[in-house]
């Protein structure tokens, strides 16, 4: 009975939407109930979260599952075809996407990150990749070691150790952390190079911290400490106290993550970015862009098991990319949305999921 | 033949039980296989662990396809484990061997199965309340008043929280084994005219020596695979051994569930591979202290035999 009525309700409101969507010609019906799985990134989670249940509202029949399970998660399953959707922080790899040529990365948004610091009496930090290689290869240990004087002339930097805090999960932040560091500092290029987990040189007295919201517990409980912060924690991390640093970037000046320069490093790559989409966001050339942008990507198998399912996968990433990049979304995470060339890339990349 | 249907029944599904552990166990060392052969000894005797370079070509070392760079060594996490673990046990001893004296001998019957209770209430408490307590609570406190560098995170953590967590388990095996001490026993030592520490450490305690060290295993046992409560407060140590109390450490359980993740993104599959390897020196580890505290514990049951 109970079915019954669900079937007949949900079938008048698809006939209405559908109605309606030829009156108005915009609004998009899913008139089958397909079921799709979203899991991965951490990071996206809670926008995946917003997502869904905004879409559902308009979008009857709409049955979408969100789950987080972290971003190499997210990419396996969805090679594996266990998910519809993997959320992930870092695009597919050449290698993986030889193995799997039919998987997509779709950017969905724009995500960067904060580098902060526990420094008391310091407000105004700046560091650089070749400082932060420095800290976290151990080389690099007193906050008034000459090279972060150097990057900060007329602050009083205290004569105490530094103590470094990084991800112990595999982590998207970790990736294009340690992208950042990779691309401006050969030293860390060449030895632990990137990726979402990196066997971080010993240092002793470092700290090993699980998810964002361990970072910013470990960076608020240890004075002298400095550490890289997803940008949906900037409201925590400000209410904690902590320092943002600006960061060097490849035109030689040092820039504090804002909208303006978030948008200044998405906006210089966003007419090179190839048909793909993968690519790196981090240290590009713009004058006054923030050195760690990422695109968060939606993973996804090109080839799906049915067509009503690509159907519904292609309605909702269409929704996310347009309606989803509103600043209402935005807003709450700190994400910023996907520059007008980078949305027609992803439009044409998910056209062609079938 | 008389079929007996009941007895068919309850036979096949006690095979159950055995031969689930057999398929994990089987499960990892296939799984494992090819980890197994291109780590060799080296596993269990380095201390880098690094899952390479997965954004670059795979290369071919020893005719296994693997990422550059990749280098698996776990004394890291085997050391951190074993210490860890020993040292929550350590604590964790005196604390629930106090506890169940004090139920069984000063609390009035009428209280001791609320207090009792109480005691047992912990050991259902989720391993990652544990965990958010020692990040807000235990963690500062480490670094603030006791360690020398002021970071809280490390060896000592993890062992306090796996302390907290296995005490109850402990007590509350000794305190049923207490009760369980024949009246007589406690009586004849009093008439002897023992006073009441006397009659607990020379009447009682022998008795229920074989109990404590199955506590202790069991306990053991949940501290070597406890994993959420240890990846929040440990302070994920690696590549280096942990030299001091405060030195962050990595356990092996919090260790494969820190990298799994990263590890699904390989695309040769080495790192899961060695991930399960990993589980596979865990899971004898473990196999390794029941077993050796079966031993002790019948040992001890033959020197009260050889006494009495």
């Known amino acids: 009975m109970n079915i019954l009525n669900k079937l007949r309700r949900t079938g008048v409101a698809a006939l209405a939407i559908a109605s309606l969507a030829g009156v108005t010609g915009t609004a998009k019906a899913q008139t089958v109930d397909v079921p799709l799985i979203e899991s991965g990134s951490s990071l996206l989670y809670p926008l995946f979260n917003d997502w869904v249940a905004a879409y559902s509202a308009d979008h009857p029949g709409a049955d979408i599952t969100t789950t987080s399970t972290g971003s190499g998660a997210g990419i396996a399953q969805a090679i594996k075809g266990l998910i519809n959707i993997g959320a992930s922080d870092a695009y597919v790899s050449d290698s993986l996407e030889a193995k799997n040529p039919t998987i997509l990365s779709i950017p969905l948004a724009i995500s960067s990150q904060e580098v902060n610091y526990n420094l008391p009496g310091v407000t105004n930090l700046k560091l650089s990749g070749p400082i932060l290689a420095g800290i976290y290869e151990g080389k690099i240990t007193q906050w008034n070691d000459p090279a972060i004087a150097a990057a900060n002339p007329g602050v009083a930097l205290p004569n105490h150790v530094i103590v470094p805090i990084h991800r112990l999960d595999g982590s998207g932040d970790t990736f294009i952390f340690t992208q950042y560091l990779s691309a401006s500092d050969s030293g860390w290029a060449s030895t632990l190079k990137y990726g979402t987990a990196v066997s971080w040189p010993a240092i002793s007295g470092e700290i090993g911290a699980k998810g964002n919201s361990g970072m910013l517990a470990a960076a608020a409980a240890n004075q002298y400490s400095v550490a890289y912060i997803g940008i949906s924690y900037a409201d925590k991390v400000a209410s904690a106290g902590l320092g943002t640093a600006a960061l060097l970037n490849k035109a030689g000046n040092y820039v504090l993550p804002t909208k303006d320069s978030i948008s200044a490093a998405a906006e210089s790559v966003a007419n090179s970015t190839p048909a793909d989409e993968r690519i790196s966001m981090i240290f590009t050339d713009a004058p006054n862009a923030y050195p760690i942008v990422n695109y968060e990507y939606a993973v996804v198998n090109s080839t799906q098991p049915a067509s009503a399912v690509a159907e519904a996968i292609r309605a909702f990433l269409s929704w996310a990319i347009t309606e989803g990049n509103a600043p209402s979304f935005m807003a709450k995470v700190h994400f910023l949305p996907l520059p007008a060339a980078v949305v027609a890339l992803s439009q044409a990349q998910i056209a062609k999921i079938q | ?308």
């Open chain 2, 1 to 308: 033949m008389k079929i007996r249907p009941f007895r068919l029944s309850v036979f096949a599904l006690s095979l159950l039980i055995p031969a689930a552990l057999c398929a994990v166990v089987l499960f990892l060392m296939i799984y494992s296989g090819q980890a197994i052969m291109f780590n060799g000894l080296h596993f269990l005797t380095d201390v880098t662990w690094n899952l390479g370079d997965m954004y670059d070509d795979p290369v071919t070392v020893h005719g296994v396809s693997v990422p550059s760079g990749a280098e698996y060594g776990i004394l890291v996490f085997i050391v951190g484990t074993l210490v860890s673990s020993g040292l929550a046990i350590l604590i964790a001893v005196p604390l629930s061997v106090g506890a169940a004296i004090f139920l069984s001998e000063a609390v009035p019957a009428k209280i001791r199965p609320v207090l009792s209770m109480l005691v047992e209430l912990i050991a259902v408490v989720p391993s990652v309340v544990f965990g958010l307590w020692g990040i807000a609570v235990l963690v500062p406190f480490i670094g603030h008043h006791l360690s020398p560098t002021g970071n809280g995170y490390g060896l000592l953590a993890a062992s306090i929280v796996l302390a907290l967590m296995i005490t109850p388990i402990i007590a509350s095996t000794l305190l049923d084994a207490l009760l369980q001490v024949p009246k007589e026993n406690r009586e004849s030592a009093f008439a002897l005219g023992a006073t009441h520490f006397e009659v607990v450490s020379k009447a009682m305690m022998p008795m229920v020596r074989a109990t404590l060290i199955g506590g202790i295993v069991l306990a053991l046992g949940r501290a070597l695979g406890e994993t959420m409560a240890v990846l929040m407060v440990s302070g994920g140590g690696g590549n280096i051994l942990p030299t001091s109390l405060f030195s962050p450490i990595s356990t092996i359980a919090s260790f494969v569930a820190g990298q799994l993740d990263s590890a699904e993104a390989d695309p040769t599959n080495m790192s899961v591979r060695a991930l399960s390897e990993v589980a596979l020196v865990l899971f004898l580890i473990t196999l390794a202290v029941n077993a050796g505290a079966k031993l002790l514990a019948s040992g001890a049951l033959n020197v009260r035999k050889r006494q009495s």
